[in-house]
């Protein structure tokens, strides 16, 4: 059974940055697929960064966050600069199993979830 365990998660103010990192027990490069999203309360989880064959990112945070993996640490990471108060939020990172299918940042397709780590965001 895989698991994902996120961390970096924190409070900093905004136009700061943070590093998230997604530690898999198994091997990421057995993941095509992995992600990362963020849920508030009250609202449903939202796609922020995919990293697949391609990258792709939500409009909200494209040109300030950067997905990317290092196989050979079977981590997962979400580099988030020039942060914005919207960008408080749990973000959590998921994986999919080749068998699963749907849109990259549509979280019905991931079948693995990290726990989640909370950024918060101060104007």
């Known amino acids: 059974q895989v698991q994902l365990v996120e961390f970096g998660g924190g409070s900093v103010q905004a136009g700061g940055s943070l590093r998230l990192s997604c530690a898999a027990s198994?091997?990421?490069?057995?993941?095509?697929?992995m992600a990362w999203f963020r849920q508030v309360p009250g609202k449903e989880r939202e796609g922020v960064a995919y990293?697949?064959?391609?990258?792709y990112y939500a409009d909200s945070v494209k040109g300030r966050f950067t997905i990317s993996r290092d196989n050979a640490k079977n981590t997962l990471y979400l580099q988030m600069n020039s942060l914005k108060p919207e960008d408080t939020a749990m973000y959590y990172c998921?994986?999919?199993?080749?068998?699963?299918?749907?849109?990259?940042?549509?979280?019905?397709?991931?079948?693995?979830w990290g726990q989640g780590t909370q950024v918060t965001v101060s104007s």
């Open positions: 990293s697949g064959f391609n990258t």
């Open positions: 998921a994986a999919a199993s080749d068998s699963r299918v749907g849109p990259a940042l549509s979280p019905r397709t991931y079948n693995y």
């Open positions: 198994g091997s990421t490069s057995a993941f095509r697929r």
